[in-house]
């Protein structure tokens, strides 16, 4: 089945600066990468996708990108704000499952 | 409003005790999973349902039952619960699959 490792597993930044969370995943078939941020206490809720045939998306100050030979995607968070602090975890879908990396804890400081 | 809804939201029970928290949606979705969360390894898929009486294993499945009479229902059943299911709780939802999962509010399961 689908593996997906998700770096770093915290992220503490100043209030203004870029924020870079990396994952890669093992199935080539995978071809749906969503991208879910997750408050404390709260649901997990959509922030970005990105399918196989996009190579980046970007929504204000959210991008992705996505590596297919490389089997690797990354979140571009630019301009950071304290209500980014959250819990943000990747995943990886092909046909039926949806595999998610274990998260990254990011924490922004004023 | 369109949502997906999970009940209990909080459940303390005993070793051995069947139990089911359920879950609705009123999307017309196709889609509907269960994950649980548990802390250093992320949401991990238990069941998923691709559409009405169709239903697979995640990741995860021991332990755990599902059914999907209607499409809006997914209910998950443990037969027989033991403490290593303690743990946080999410149904999802999404028009097919390979779209925006919607979750539902979680519920918290404790198995003493």
Request: hydrophobic residues 15%; without cysteine.
């Given at each position: 089945g689908e593996n997906v490792e998700q770096h770093p597993s915290t992220l503490s930044v100043q209030e203004g600066d870029s924020a870079v969370i990396k994952c890669t995943y093992s199935?080539?078939?995978?071809n749906y990468f969503p991208w879910y941020k997750q408050e404390l206490g709260k649901r997990p809720q959509l922030i970005i996708d990105i399918r196989s045939n996009v190579g980046e998306k970007k929504d204000q100050r959210i991008a992705v990108t996505l590596n297919k030979t490389a089997k690797h995607f990354s979140l571009h968070i630019t301009?950071?704000?304290?209500?980014?602090s959250a819990v943000y975890f990747c995943a990886a879908t092909g046909y039926s499952t949806l595999t998610f990396g274990k998260g990254t804890m990011l924490l922004v400081s004023p | 409003e369109a949502q997906v809804t999970q009940n209990p939201r909080y459940l303390i029970t005993v070793t051995g005790k069947k139990l089911t928290v359920t879950c609705s949606q009123n999307?017309?979705?196709e889609y509907m999973s269960w994950y649980r969360q548990d802390p250093g390894l992320g949401l991990r898929q238990i069941y998923y349902s691709m559409n009405v009486e169709v239903t697979d294993k995640g990741d995860v499945p021991e332990g755990y039952k599902v059914s999907r009479k209607e499409k809006r229902n997914f209910p998950l059943i443990l037969e027989s619960p033991s403490p290593n299911q303690t743990s946080l709780y999410f149904c999802a939802s999404s028009p097919t699959m390979g779209t925006e999962q919607f979750f539902g509010p979680g519920t918290r399961l404790t198995v003493l």
């Open positions: 199935d080539s078939a995978s301009e950071t704000q304290p209500e980014d | 999307m017309n979705h």
